[in-house]
DNA sequence: ATTATCTATAGATCTATAGATAATGC
DNA sequence: ATTATCTATAGATCTATAGATAATGC
């Protein structure tokens, strides 16, 4: 009895791990070639083979290259959207707005680090086609709003305790954004210039965005608008 | 005699326009493919029945998809590098340094905006070959480097006068860029989230970035490092 | 009986060139 | 004589599928 069903247990994760594998690593083949090199300069042999599968395989799984690349983008957007929601939520309680803006930016920038062609890859293939930038966009309204509102909230508290200026979310928002994103996405062009391991350059890159957009809703400066 | 003159005269010019007409016109189509839509992406052709010619002279001008390609690149990544080198000297005299670095931002804003489509190609095309990285990175260190030195001695005098607090040259032009850039390449995004219309939407980053440039040259809040 | 895999190849697309023909400038 | 242009097609590459064969689960 016990063996059965230790049997069936084995063959049950056995089986999931087996039956799924091929199908499996073609997805995760077509990522790596997907976010390397897009959909057009992507090739269906390069993933089948770097698959270690036959590549009607992929055919059989996905039907075309296009319903392969769906998936692929469907996922990294929901990655995407999930890792703001995360920085967003994932703060301890009883911190000040600055305290909690600064967290939000370096668990943002950590993210971003540890996908580091993730953003450009996105920024290509929605920005080329509108059902996608829709799609985004409305993840943006529908998911991240919600959750921002709860810190629009907490900074109104913040600008009325006067530890920050006024400032608009959305403005906000961008301001992190183009910063982090830049550090990441330029980081092969910026480097070099910079003359620091990998390492350091992180970490300069990742605090000067802190210090910037802290300085940026610093309450000390009048606001002219 | 004079009207011999005058008829090699406009003979000339028209010859010259006429001559290069079938060059320029792939070179202007090329473009335009390219930029759209990557290397990859582009097909010669489309470029051939865009620019309005036989697919042949495609090659008959330019030997290879390849070599049409390099030469577009070639010419955009001038064209972004003299654009830096432009905002940074197209300032007048007698300027304090925050005003100058504002007309810097905003000079640099406005090229962007009119090539809205012309980072996203440059990251792409650099990041994905090695060798245009290292042309761009030692352009920036040959070319713009020269014009950002001479920045920096008016920084130090600003330093030194109280005007702005003490900040690395690299980290401040990292700053911009990133603000400026994403501000551009993320528009078609952002824009419905904010619900302006284009003139206002320039407006309100553009504006932004300045200040928040503004912001973090600040000398009057301690500088703790 | 169904699901998964392989071989072989169709079919489409794209880059590139050969070779003929026309236009141009001496 | 050189330069520019066109037609036609080679040659390479890539996606997709048909059809045969093997493995799996009832």
């Known amino acids: 009895m016990q063996t059965e069903m230790f049997n069936n247990i084995v063959n049950n994760l056995f089986m999931q791990e087996i ?16 976010v390397e090199r897009g959909f057009a300069g992507a090739r269906t042999t390069s993933i089948a083979s770097s698959a270690g599968v036959t590549h009607a395989m992929l055919h059989y799984y996905f039907r075309t290259k296009e319903q392969l690349f769906e998936k692929v983008v469907d996922e990294k957007m929901d990655v995407l959207v999930q890792s703001v929601m995360d920085s967003f939520s994932s703060v301890r309680e009883n911190l000040s707005f600055v305290e909690r803006i600064s967290c939000i930016i370096r668990v943002h920038y950590c993210f971003l680090a540890d996908n ?3 953003p ?12 996608r930038k829709e799609m985004l966009v409305s993840k943006a309204r529908n998911k991240v709003l919600p959750v921002a509102v709860q810190l629009e909230t907490q900074m109104r508290d913040a600008v009325v305790k006067g530890e920050i200026c006024s400032i608009d979310l ?8 183009s910063l982090n994103i830049i550090s990441i996405i330029a980081k092969p062009l910026i480097l070099p210039l910079s003359g620091l391991d990998d390492e350091r350059y992180h970490n300069w890159r990742c605090e000067e965005n802190v210090r910037t957009i802290l300085l940026r809703l610093n309450p000390t400066v009048s606001n002219d608008e």
Chains 1, 2 share one sequence.
């Open 116 to 118: 580091e062609r993730l």
């Open 120 to 131: 450009l890859f996105l920024l290509n293939e929605i920005l080329s086609n509108p059902t």
């Open 19 to 34: 039956s799924n594998n091929t199908e499996k690593q073609i997805l995760v083949a077509a990522e790596k070639e997907f």
């Open 170 to 177: 959305l403005t906000l928002v961008v301001d992190i954004i």
